[in-house]
């Protein structure tokens, strides 16, 4: 019974995280651009990094995503079998 919970939270973990890189530089407003660059740093570093709004907006679009997954495999039957096999195989 724990197993499929913990699978579960494994796959949602990873798509959080790969969510998170694809989230990170929407909305990034860079030192250069707003022409405020703080001594000793570089210029392509975040004038003002929002955390929480990073956490919030990938928690929500990873769960999207995850959800969209769960639907399509557990009660639509697609899974990753179904993709077309495009490169030969070699039996």
Known sequence: ?????????????????ITLF??????????????HVVLGTVAS?????RAARVVVLTTLTSGILYGTWYICSTYLGISVDAIP???????
């Open 85 to 91: 096999q495009i490169v030969p195989r070699f039996d």
């Open 1 to 17: 019974m724990i197993q499929p919970v913990l699978s579960a939270m494994a796959v949602y973990f990873v798509v959080w995280w």
């Open 45 to 49: 570093a975040p004038t003002k990094f």
């Open 22 to 35: 694809a989230i990170l530089p929407i909305g990034l407003r860079t030192q250069e651009e707003d022409n």
